[in-house]
């Protein structure tokens, strides 16, 4: 299915979706913080752009869905990526699987497709901080007495948020009224090492009505998709004699392999650590998004342009 993509889209497109994809395949996660909600959008540009699903993957997706008996045909495979959007009231339990018989949660059902958290903000802390293990294993264990159980957790999360309590903080239109303070115990909502486990953290502003009405559609989604194909067969030729398929898979010593910096990327990178306090994790996921970003340039060498635009994605972590 190829769409025509409407100007406030292109944005998302562009920052967003296209690195998102092109980033990997297994537990890529990221945030954004959107104005609108715009859950459906989500819904139908994932569609647009996600890559095909394998046939084990449709496999995999079948079994969970057996075992919640959320299977609406029995012996069909289910060939669509779940996209799933627990509500921000969810419990721990509801969310990475629970019960005396353990049965998935929301994670596993959302296993090779999305998991949207619509109001993150919103979410209780300790809930999210269930997601941590999960969201670096790709997959979670559940114990009980009589038994314990472990079911696959490779999802994308998405995740989107106010700015701030009154939701206009960086608006270009409407002021903010909050003060630092509260703007600071709003954030302090979602811990270090969860935000530290997110890839790409964007900044979306509302457009203006001018932009709206006068910006010319933008292009197809199909080229869009193939360019995402391309880089992401750039990523995997790479990789062809290891056990990775995806940037976001590489772990330290594979940055050092195939992401070696130049010295002003060096030097642009350790600035950017010490701006924004950055943990060797977050560093780390500055390396995999700038190695996407030069994927998706065409690039082998990463370049210091690379790296900025990388640090551009650590949104929140500039805001704080
Ligand atoms: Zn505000």
């Known amino acids: ?24 395949s297994r537990a890529k996660r990221l945030f954004v913080e959107i104005v609108n909600n715009v859950k459906s959008l989500w ?3 994932f569609k647009c752009f996600a890559v095909d699903k394998r046939f084990e993957e449709a496999l995999e997706v079948t079994q969970i869905h057996s075992v919640a008996g959320l299977l609406k045909h029995k012996g069909s495979l289910v060939t669509t990526r779940p996209f799933r959007s627990p509500h921000h009231s969810a419990s721990g339990p509801s969310l990475v699987g629970g019960g005396s018989f353990p049965r998935p949660g929301e994670i596993s059902l959302a296993h090779r ?52 309590p009154c939701g206009y903080y960086g608006d270009t239109i409407q002021p903010c009224t909050c003060t630092p303070r509260s703007r600071e115990q ?11 486990r997110i890839d790409l953290q964007v900044g979306v502003n509302r457009l203006k009505p001018e932009e709206i009405t006068q910006q010319p559609m933008g292009e197809a989604s199909d080229p869009v998709r193939e360019r995402v194909q391309v880089a992401r067969d750039r990523a995997r030729s ?22 070696p910096l130049d010295d002003a990327s060096r030097t642009l990178l350790e600035a950017a650590i010490r ?35 990388a640090v551009q994605y650590r949104t929140i972590d500039r805001m704080q």
Not at 128 to 152: A, M
Not at 275 to 297: E, F, H, M, P, Y
Not at 299 to 306: I, M, V, W
């Open 275 to 309: 701006k924004l306090g950055l943990s060797v994790r977050a560093s780390d996921r500055i390396l995999k998004v700038a190695r996407t970003i030069a994927d998706l340039a065409g690039d082998e060498p990463l370049k210091p342009q690379h790296i900025a635009e």
């Open 1 to 24: 299915m190829s769409i025509p993509l409407s100007p406030d889209v292109e944005p998302l497109i562009k920052y967003f979706i296209v690195p998102l994809q092109t980033l990997q």
């Open 113 to 164: 497709g999305i998991l949207f958290l619509d109001e993150l903000t919103e979410f209780k802390r300790d809930v999210l901080e269930f997601l941590r293990q999960p969201l670096e294993d790709g997959y979670v264990s559940i114990s009980r007495t009589r038994q314990s159980v472990s079911f696959p957790a490779q999802f994308t999360l998405i995740a989107s948020t106010n700015p701030c």
């Open 43 to 45: 819904r139908l540009n």
């Open 238 to 259: 790479r990789f062809q004699d290891t056990t990775l398929c995806c940037n976001a898979e590489m772990q330290s010593r594979h940055l050092r392999q195939w992401c």
């Open 186 to 196: 709003y954030w302090a909502r979602l811990s270090g090492p969860l935000m530290d």
